[in-house]
């Protein structure tokens, strides 16, 4: 098993542009995850899913759009960069039933210019 | 959920045992006690979770107080690849818990 992958590992900005950080899972699991890592801050959640079709905002949504059209996949859309966008991403997944236990991507660190 | 202190960095020889301390007291009867690590640039990894009894698996030990009020993580023989930063997290388990609070988190660092 891959796990959970992200892509791209790095990524450099204008403000304004927009892009999406693709991630994905092949564990069959039904709660992914998007959060938010600030140099001196903990992770803070941006959106989640509890499976197919099924998307809720976390506590910092703002600017950011999500998707779950697969099981598998859940892609995380910035709709026009800013540079307090500027950050590291980690995608998350884990069971349904054992939401706790959440398995995390390598990350993307994304600059905002 | 219950928060937790821990202290912001501790050190440990390699090959040594690591004894990485949280306290929880305001820890209510169904919350449960996680660990997460996180090495530098890469993602948090689960490490262990438990709720009243001591828990093992290949990767740590998890010793919670009788009252538990505290508990331990020990990682029982220290390598370089530990040096992390460890994140005790008390939430209420049965898979109803979609969002893991990250504190401030213990940095760890094994000296060789």
């Known amino acids: 098993n891959a796990g959970v992958t992200q892509t791209p590992k790095f990524q450099v900005l204008k403000t304004g542009q927009s892009m999406t950080l693709q991630c994905a899972q092949d564990m069959n699991h039904e709660y992914m995850s998007w959060y938010r890592q600030d140099p001196g801050m903990g992770l803070r959640l941006i959106h989640y899913s509890v499976g197919a079709g099924i998307t809720d905002q976390g506590e910092v949504p703002n600017g950011y759009n999500v998707s779950r059209s697969t099981t598998e996949d859940f892609p995380l859309r910035l709709l026009s960069a800013a540079p307090s966008q500027t950050s590291v991403y980690f995608c998350?997944?884990?069971?349904?039933?054992?939401?706790?236990?959440?398995?995390f991507g390598p990350g993307t660190r994304l600059l905002v210019l | 959920d219950a928060k937790t202190t821990q202290p912001p960095s501790m050190d440990c020889a390699e090959g040594r045992a690591a004894n990485l301390p949280c306290n929880h007291s305001t820890i209510s009867g169904n919350e449960y006690v996680y660990w997460y690590r996180q090495i530098h640039s890469q993602g948090p990894q689960y490490i262990i979770h438990?709720?009243?009894n001591n828990e093992t698996n290949e990767m740590a030990s998890l010793i919670i107080t009788e009252d538990r009020k505290s508990s331990t993580l020990i990682l029982p023989h220290a390598t370089l690849r530990d040096t992390a930063v460890y994140y005790c997290i008390v939430i209420k388990g049965g898979g109803s818990n979609y969002k893991l609070t990250f504190g401030k988190g213990t940095l760890l660092t094994v000296n060789p």
């Open positions: 998350a997944s884990s069971h349904r039933q054992d939401q706790e236990t959440q398995y």
């Open positions: 438990g709720l009243k």
